[in-house]
């Protein structure tokens, strides 16, 4: 026989699957409960209490319960991957090593690609919301910018949501599990490179909402400083990862311009970021690193864990030339 | 009688400012110290721990004694102050309330504009370093990217030099007294504002580079969030404090292609940068917010607070509505 408030906690889940009580609601209060389900108030209390445990309602004392989740338990084997684009060769890497090391495990994956967007990223975070999910393995959209989305990201982790930063966390979320490649290396040893090929004056042009390509600007200058040579603002370009409605600094004739200036002051020009390629008028240079381990499996592992035992590491996973 | 260290003391400071030992190089053993002066090697210590105190000297245990600065003591009453800008407003108004309030307390004050250039601020960061100076006022340049120039700052923290960061400070440095005005409350209020008066789709113009301007991009898209609002991407457009060679996404041409796109879906553009007009085609909105305390005077009095007692709380000075 199913005890009574396991019952109870079925028919509740059943309301709150059929919108009786919508997401952000309250419920009844327990006397309320207990009188329209005839059943005893410690009953409703042990039911409610399992409701909280599965992330279903929020219970705070004083004020309510709150719903917050729905599940029919149809996705409590999906792990939810958000990754800024589905076409470049880095994102699909890492998304067929985050996808074969969870299978393997038992999981299911569901991707989507946010294209960077903040609103994209808000639909399928809110996706996330209408039902209870394995976990999350997300790389932010324009990771150097404040998130708009971070008071989703925190009521998932209310619900205990298992979830994976891939490079960097929004700084309101407290010990993020975050799985980063060495980007700050990368820079470092993309400099170092350079100026032992002769090189004795460097620019390059990074992509300004994306922390990782911060990062790297960061080794690649600390490098040439190291080296006792100069930084030269005017050799740096900082684009965004999409142009603006109308900017365009990211097409061959914005990058080709920019070049032109800087070939002025310097031999070699650093970019980070494969897609940036001007039109061959001007030589660029770009990364042949790649990490020592898969991010994409260091990062599934990091879920594994995470879901066996409730923490997980952070990882930052070195480079290595080719 | 001037006591035996004293003089010693005295001796060495002069060696170094005649760059018989440059600022880099290694003073001799203690031993030889005691040999060439004469004296006792229990005076050579007690020379040597004067010159530490007064910043002149780096002492570590086992690698010897290095020269880290030089003083006459003729800027021992100088405050230097590096801003990004000399000639906007904003800055002016810093610099002379800055000035008033230090000269009233006996201090003198050093003026540089960084152009908000690694370079430059590297330049006046060296200066610093010939010289004891009484304290540094500094606004970081490109504040919102890292700093190129940290090592030097971090020297100046080992020499006890006091320091106030207007706005933000690097990671890199501990404990640091940041005076600021409240960045993501000047955002928040104008999104409110616009808001409040009907708008219900919002876009804006920010500065990359500026960790302030950024901190209101983040308080003007929760407002909107707040409100229930959506945040559509493609109405943001990030430019640089300057442009890159080349690029030119200020200019009022490029500022005006972006308003062009923006108004097909927005019906308020917010400009959190007041030199950022367009040619005037389309309306744009910016903030009337005045900071509610001087942002100079506070600095000021954080550096006298420190002088006086070792430390300072950082401060961040709301705005108010004119």
Same mark, same amino acid.
């Given at each position: 026989?199913?005890?009574?408030?396991?019952?109870?906690?079925?028919?509740?889940?059943?309301?709150?699957?059929?919108?009786?009580?919508?997401?952000?609601?309250?419920?009844?209060?327990?006397?309320?409960?207990?009188?329209?389900?005839?059943?005893?108030?410690?009953?409703?209390?042990?039911?409610?209490?399992?409701?909280?445990?599965?992330?279903?309602?929020?219970?705070?004392?004083?004020?309510?319960?709150?719903?917050?989740?729905?599940?029919?338990?149809?996705?409590?084997?999906?792990?939810?991957?958000?990754?800024?684009?589905? /076409?470049?060769?880095?994102?699909?890497? @890492?998304?067929?090593?985050? +996808? *074969?090391?969870?299978?393997?495990? %038992? #999981?299911?994956?569901?991707?989507?690609?946010?294209?960077?967007?903040?609103?994209?990223?808000?639909?399928?975070?809110?996706?996330?919301?209408?039902?209870?999910?394995?976990?999350?393995?997300?790389?932010?959209?324009?990771?150097?910018?404040?998130?708009?989305?971070?008071?989703?990201?925190?009521?998932?982790?209310?619900?205990?949501?298992?979830?994976?930063?891939?490079?960097?966390?929004?700084?309101?979320?407290?010990?993020?599990?975050?799985?980063?490649?060495?980007?700050?290396?990368?820079?470092?040893?993309?400099?170092?490179?350079?100026?032992?090929?002769?090189? /004795?004056?460097?620019?390059?042009?990074? @992509?300004?909402?994306?922390? +990782? *390509?911060?990062?790297?600007?960061? %080794? #690649?200058?600390?490098?040439?400083?190291?080296?006792?040579?100069?930084?030269?603002?005017?050799?740096?370009?900082?684009?965004?990862?999409?142009?603006?409605?109308?900017?365009?600094?990211?097409?061959?004739?914005?990058?080709?311009?920019?070049?032109?200036?800087?070939?002025?002051?310097?031999?070699?020009?650093?970019?980070?970021?494969?897609?940036?390629?001007?039109?061959?008028?001007?030589?660029?240079?770009?990364?042949?690193?790649?990490?020592?381990?898969?991010?994409?499996?260091?990062?599934?592992?990091?879920?594994?864990?995470?879901?066996?035992?409730?923490?997980? /590491?952070?990882?930052?996973?070195?480079?290595?030339?080719?």
């Amino acid at each position: 026989m199913i005890p009574k408030y396991i019952s109870l906690k079925n028919k509740l889940n059943n309301d709150i699957l059929e919108n009786k009580y919508p997401i952000g609601s309250k419920l009844p209060t327990e006397v309320e409960l207990a009188k329209e389900y005839k059943v005893s108030r410690s009953t409703v209390r042990q039911a409610l209490d399992l409701l909280v445990e599965q992330g279903i309602i929020d219970k705070h004392w004083g004020s309510g319960n709150t719903v917050i989740a729905k599940s029919d338990n149809s996705k409590s084997k999906t792990v939810m991957v958000l990754l800024p684009n589905n /076409k470049d060769a880095v994102f699909t890497d @890492v998304f067929s090593d985050i +996808s *074969s090391m969870l299978m393997k495990n %038992g #999981f299911e994956v569901e991707f989507h690609s946010t294209q960077n967007s903040y609103q994209l990223e808000r639909q399928y975070l809110q996706l996330l919301m209408n039902d209870i999910y394995a976990g999350l393995i997300i790389m932010m959209a324009r990771s150097n910018f404040p998130s708009t989305n971070v008071d989703l990201l925190q009521l998932q982790c209310k619900r205990q949501l298992p979830i994976v930063f891939i490079g960097t966390a929004p700084s309101a979320i407290y010990n993020p599990v975050i799985i980063s490649t060495d980007n700050y290396g990368r820079g470092y040893q993309m400099a170092r490179h350079l100026i032992n090929r002769g090189h /004795k004056k460097l620019g390059g042009i990074f @992509v300004n909402d994306n922390y +990782s *390509s911060i990062q790297a600007f960061s %080794g #690649f200058t600390d490098a040439i400083r190291d080296a006792n040579l100069e930084i030269i603002d005017n050799s740096y370009h900082f684009c965004n990862y999409h142009d603006p409605q109308g900017v365009n600094s990211r097409t061959n004739a914005g990058i080709n311009r920019f070049l032109k200036y800087a070939y002025d002051t310097v031999s070699a020009v650093y970019v980070d970021d494969s897609n940036i390629t001007g039109d061959g008028t001007f030589p660029i240079f770009t990364s042949s690193l790649t990490p020592s381990k898969s991010l994409g499996k260091e990062c599934a592992n990091a879920i594994i864990e995470i879901k066996k035992n409730g923490n997980s /590491k952070s990882v930052t996973i070195p480079f290595k030339a080719n």
